[in-house]
């Protein structure tokens, strides 16, 4: 073999291996409702320092990358932090902008991706101030932040929010602003939308966002599905709910602009047991609602 040949065949061993980096960009998203801490769960045996540590084992286990919450309050969000090495979150309470009032954080696994922008805006008529939307109950809001994939250098937005419960107008209002708040805020990049929506999939507030043309549900578009109860299940393993179409329900959503192909979209049910004073032991789930968990990579461009 000659000098020319032996040089030419180093050069390719050094550079496929070291110098070039096959691009990686799948990535495990999710929305998961915490559950805000209350007495009253702490007597039913639901309470927040017992499920704190199975919720954050659900996340590991499951390896989410990135993913909303909703109903978290500050003290409980630094708790699962702490519980969860390596990853920090994003987010304002919704009563003052700052510590106060339940947030929509971000948690982001600080390893995979680099936060480049963020921030909050309420579900309101006047969405850049601390507001009360429409004929809304609480205060609501959605925090949002520019993110990017350290393995492949992609850049997305991901929104999170908690809607209303018990307004008539406000789900529907709040869905024309998100879509709008969409458009403005993710420029060119892909965007995710994920969050408790309190309204399934049959509702005019779904619809919205579903049929804007910007945003599609993941759970029609996975490739692979695995869903055997609804997202909602008032801390019990057995519970189901179904819509008045007779499907099951679906009121924890997440969506995905058409630059992201779903591989793989779950509602997770994972349990844990409690021991009675009887010797005997009970089901019971981490928080009231499950985890959507959905598995998802960029198109190639």
Not at 106 to 118: C, E, R, S, V
Not at 204 to 220: F, K, M, P, W
Request: net charge negative; hydrophobic share 35%; glycine share 8%.
């Amino acid at each position: 073999m000659n000098k020319t040949a032996l040089l030419l065949i180093l050069s390719v061993i050094l550079l496929f291996p070291f110098g070039m980096k096959s691009k990686n960009n799948e990535m495990t998203v999710a929305t998961y409702n915490i559950r805000v801490i209350n007495r009253q769960d702490s007597i039913d045996g639901n309470g927040w320092t017992t499920r704190c540590p199975h919720i954050a084992d659900v996340i590991k286990f499951h390896g989410f990358d990135i993913f909303g919450t909703q109903e978290g309050f500050r003290p409980a969000l630094d708790d699962l932090k702490a519980c969860l090495p390596g990853y920090e979150y994003i987010g304002v309470g919704c009563d003052n902008g700052a510590d106060a009032g339940g947030h929509n954080a971000i948690f982001y696994n600080t390893d995979k991706f680099d936060l480049l922008d963020d921030g909050t805006f309420w579900l309101s008529e006047t969405p850049d101030t601390v507001s009360l939307g429409w004929d809304a109950a609480y205060r609501r809001v959605c925090t949002w932040g520019k993110f990017r994939h350290r393995d492949s250098g992609d850049t997305f937005v991901y929104f999170n929010l908690h809607m209303d419960h018990i307004g008539k107008v406000a789900p529907g209002e709040s869905a024309k602003l998100i879509v709008g708040k969409i458009k403005e805020l993710r420029g060119q990049f892909p965007a995710i939308l994920s969050g408790d929506f309190n309204v399934d999939q049959d509702s005019e507030c779904y619809r919205i966002i579903s049929d804007s043309g910007l945003l599609n549900d993941a759970y029609d578009t996975a490739a692979l599905r695995y869903i055997t109860t609804s997202t909602f299940n008032n801390f019990n393993p057995a519970g189901l709910f179904m819509t008045e179409n007779g499907d099951i329900q679906r009121i924890d959503h997440m969506f995905f602009s058409p630059e992201f192909n779903v591989k793989k979209y779950g509602v997770l049910t994972d349990t844990y047991r409690s021991q009675n004073p009887d010797s005997t032991t009970t089901a019971r789930v981490p928080s009231d609602h499950y985890p959507v968990m959905v598995v998802v990579d960029l198109k190639a461009k």
